[in-house]
């Protein structure tokens, strides 16, 4: 019977394959795990630059309806105190009346006026409300949540992200309010929403710039 005989094992040469086989496979997984980051700081960095336009845009629009709006309780104001009665009829002068309006641009128009003499008149006329309803936008935000690239920010950014967001929808809902109080002419309420709406919108804008100073943090 013939015999075979094994050859002596190599086993540098084995040892030597193991190795090559782990360090390929660590090299794979670290390649992977690199590359799986870079596509999340991609990410990340594109819904923080979108969220900071976002808020740039909203901070510019608050400021405009802001600057409107404050406008409508001093102007109601001052037409109260030029009326003489429930009537809405306007005794003044023509200079007094031309200086509310510059003040107040179309707020009051004349309709009428009867002369009292000594250039003053009776005003009758119409008052117009323009209530600037601004929409601030969340798009950004939302996105970012739906696609989960949010939860990859820091937990302090998320978290002021998350209340800065929440004080944009109070301040949203408020004006909602506010418009159908002026629509079933409430103006009384009208007055009592835009002083709550006027005190919260500061905090806003305080919110957005200090968001605006800190998202390099949400890295």
């Known amino acids: 019977m ?4 094994l050859g002596t094992v190599n086993w540098k040469y084995i040892a030597g394959e193991v190795l090559l086989i782990f360090i390929g496979i660590n090299l794979a997984i670290w390649f992977n795990t690199w590359n ?21 845009n909203n901070l510019e629009d608050l400021a405009d309806a802001e ?4 406008q ?48 003053h008149f009776a005003y009758t006329g ?9 929409e601030l936008s969340k798009i950004a935000w939302e996105t970012a949540k739906g696609t989960a690239i949010a939860n990859e920010f820091a937990y302090e950014c998320l978290y002021a992200l998350e209340d800065m967001y ?12 506010a418009s159908e109080a002026l629509q079933v002419g409430n103006i009384e309420l009208l007055l009592k929403i835009l002083e709550f709406i006027n005190q919260l919108n500061p905090q ?13 943090d949400c890295y």
């Open 36 to 56: 799986t980051n870079r596509e999340i700081d991609k990410k990340k960095n594109t819904a923080l630059q979108m969220i900071q336009e976002e808020i740039r």
């Open 126 to 134: 119409a008052t117009f409300i323009n209530l600037e309803l601004t």
């Open 72 to 119: 409508i309780p001093l102007s109601i104001s001052a037409y109260e105190e030029m009326t003489s009665n429930d009537t809405g009829v306007i005794q003044a002068t023509s200079q007094t009346i031309r200086e509310f309006q510059a003040k107040f641009p179309g707020f009051y128009t004349v309709t009428d006026s009867v002369p009292l003499g000594d250039d």
């Open 204 to 216: 806003l804008v305080a919110d957005y710039k200090n968001m605006l100073a800190g998202l390099d």
């Open 166 to 177: 929440s004080l944009q929808d109070m301040v949203q809902r408020e004006m909602g309010k």
């Open 67 to 70: 600057k409107n709006n404050q």
């Open 2 to 5: 013939g015999r075979f005989k």
